[in-house]
């Protein structure tokens, strides 16, 4: 531990207590009567208005993985990463339509989770229950990489070196454990006021990065040349050239897919809608969507520190030490570029933007559990105060979960599933969604497009060999399509496919005359603006 | 506090700008040829970077407009509606 920088350590380290010390009182802030009912932990008492609301949404889009990950990518293979500004974009007039439409039911029905819609809407405890294990199933890898950009930071700070492996795993172990206890006292409020933290923290690091990097790297022109001259030179591994510094025609479908199924899919996760719901109005989440942009320049602007990355050879060097670890491009470059204190302040801000999201995500995850599993098959009369005692016990299981996966499993996978995860939670987009708009699908038909496309997804996603290395999985995102004969993100081409079988199955359904569910939703449900939550009483009692 | 429909603007009129708003959003950036080149050059930025991120505060504009129609137009009709409303807003 002689190489552990002390500055860089210390301010890590006292930024990491404030948010702890935070992330406990988050317990007393807008304190509800009584803590124990899952409108209050799991959402915050539904009561966050615009302000709050743009840090707490802001802290769903964007993760220690976006700020890891994203100029990682750009790093290694150029252009092709930049697609997360474009989806980015997009995400914003997409959500725009139908999220008010999903917080207006959700308010007036009590739901907590988009499979307690699912369940209200179709009358179907199957489809609901797919809904849940998909947002459970996605998010679980969701929260070991935000590990993964934690551990990164600690690798370059010297603290991942230890020959001991319990002693290397330490740091990572206590930041969770502390994690874990502050959101089992507070619920969503702890993420929600340690999101102002997180989000100074990361403003200052990239507007300074962008400011005060360039310069001491030789200069944007310089960045982009060599960015361009590296990406076009060819990789050993492969053969082929690194990547390129604008999508070739070739690769334009991946990158149009890529950011357009992303952004479908982004709001289709558990913690994003969690984050929805906690709304206090209705026009509160349009009014974000204008404003939650600020967090794609911000995004768009980290990206770029990839091409920075690439122009330093110190950075370079680090990356080649490490065995071509580009996760560790930016953390390596606050170290060589920045003086050791606002190093300490950049690592800080990955931190933290790895701990805020891992909250929510948790939350969310466990608020599935609770409602669309244990009180749906396991305990039909669950009071709201067991409810919220599941949750919060649920919240720690979960995490508990991602630290054996990044620690016990090869951190590979914990990305590979990553990658799945996207295509899974994708296909629950036609039952939320079209949910909202028109009960004209056959709940079953919904249900066989879901496992159609979950199956199929899968599949081509295994198939995918790394480049360089025959006979490995999950080596890509993209895979050409059947027909089509273009490369596309696989999440969208899966997700058409259950769009299909949806609608043609729902048409021999209804044929066939098949039984519908009953829907306990009315049209009018879809617009309401209530001003008050819903009264704290179990909603579906009578179904 | 019932508001008139001003000038007499239509909810579907309204509705179709704002499809046309969020559509122009979405599509800026999904339709990659137009901005997959080199030049013309922002200073040190290629085409392909600054467009994209000019993007975002249009994006942001859009949706600002849309928000503005569509609050006004749920205003209207449901103030006609219920003749409730407007607490905290």
């Given at each position: 531990m002689s190489d552990v920088n002390a500055v860089s350590f210390t301010i890590l380290l006292v930024l990491f207590i404030l948010v702890t010390l935070i992330g406990f009182a988050a317990a007393r802030w807008r304190r509800a009567d009584s803590m124990q009912h899952l409108d209050e932990?799991?959402?915050?008492?539904?009561s966050f208005g615009t302000f709050v609301s743009w840090f707490l949404l802001g802290g769903d889009l964007y993760t220690a993985y976006t700020f890891i990950a994203v100029p990682a990518l750009i790093y290694g293979v150029g252009a092709a990463g930049f697609f997360a500004v474009p989806y980015t974009i997009m995400v914003f007039p997409i959500v725009f339509v139908f999220a008010p439409r999903l917080w207006s039911v959700c308010r007036q029905h009590g739901y907590v989770t988009p499979a307690d819609f699912v369940r209200g809407r179709y009358g179907s405890r199957g489809l609901a229950l797919a809904v849940a294990a998909t947002g459970i199933l996605a998010t679980m890898p969701y929260i070991a990489l935000q590990l993964v950009g934690i551990e990164s930071v600690l690798t370059v700070l010297g603290l991942g070196s230890s020959s001991n492996s319990f002693l290397k795993d330490l740091p990572l172990l206590i930041a969770f454990v502390v994690l874990a206890a502050y959101t089992f006292l507070s619920g969503l409020r702890a993420p929600a006021l340690t999101a102002f933290v997180k989000d100074i923290l990361i403003y200052v690091t990239v507007i300074v990065a962008i400011v005060y990097i360039p310069a001491r790297v030789g200069g944007w022109t310089h960045i982009f040349n060599h960015a361009a001259t590296h990406l076009a030179s060819v990789n050993p591994k492969t053969g082929k050239p690194f990547g390129a510094l604008i999508t070739p025609p070739a690769g334009e479908w991946a990158y149009a897919t890529l950011a357009l199924g992303s952004a479908l899919a982004l709001f289709m996760y558990p913690h994003a809608i969690t984050g929805v719901l906690a709304?206090?109005?209705?026009n509160v989440i349009r009014r974000n969507m204008a404003i939650l942009p600020a967090y794609s320049l911000v995004l768009g602007l980290i990206a770029l520190l990839g091409y920075m990355a690439l122009a330093s050879p110190a950075v370079n060097a680090g990356v080649k030490a490490s065995g071509g670890n580009a996760q560790l491009a930016v953390p390596l470059l606050f170290e060589h570029i920045f003086p050791s204190w606002f190093a300490g302040i950049g690592y800080a801000a990955i931190v933290i933007g790895a701990l805020v999201p891992a909250a929510i995500m948790s939350i969310a995850a466990a608020n599935l559990f609770t409602r669309n599993i244990y009180r749906e098959f396991f305990h039909r009369g669950a009071s709201p105060a067991q409810e919220t005692r599941v949750a919060q016990v649920v919240s720690l299981v979960v995490k508990a979960g991602a630290l054996v996966f990044v620690l016990a499993l090869s951190k590979s996978f914990a990305i590979n599933l990553q990658l799945l995860g996207g295509v899974w939670i994708l296909q629950t987009f036609p039952s939320i969604v079209a949910g909202l708009y028109t009960r004209w699908f056959h709940r079953w038909a919904l249900l066989a497009g879901w496992a159609a496309a979950m199956i199929w997804g899968t599949i081509v996603a295994y198939r995918q060999?790394?480049?360089?290395?025959?006979?490995?999985?999950?080596?890509?995102?993209t895979a050409v399509v059947p027909v089509l004969g273009h490369t596309a993100y696989i999440a969208v081409t899966a997700f058409v496919l259950n769009l299909v079988v949806a609608l043609v199955l729902t048409v021999v359904f209804r044929a066939l005359r098949l039984r519908d569910g009953a829907d306990e939703t009315e049209p009018a449900d879809y617009s309401a603006d209530p001003v008050d939550a819903p009264a704290p009483v179990p909603v579906r009692s009578a179904s | 506090m019932t508001q008139p429909s001003r000038s007499g603007r239509h909810p579907v009129i309204t509705w179709g700008v704002v499809a046309v708003l969020l559509a122009v959003g979405v599509a800026g950036t999904l339709v990659v040829p137009l901005y997959a080149?080199?030049?013309?050059?922002?200073g040190p930025f290629p085409f392909f970077y600054w467009y994209q991120l000019a993007w975002i505060p249009i994006v942001a504009i859009l949706a600002f407009a849309a928000y503005l129609l569509t609050s006004r137009t749920s205003r209207t009709s449901r103030g006609a509606h219920r003749g409730q409303r407007r607490r905290d807003e």
């Open positions: 932990w799991g959402l915050g008492g539904r709304t206090a109005r209705r060999p790394v480049p360089g290395v025959p006979g490995s999985h999950f080596g890509a995102s | 080149r080199t030049a013309p050059k922002l």
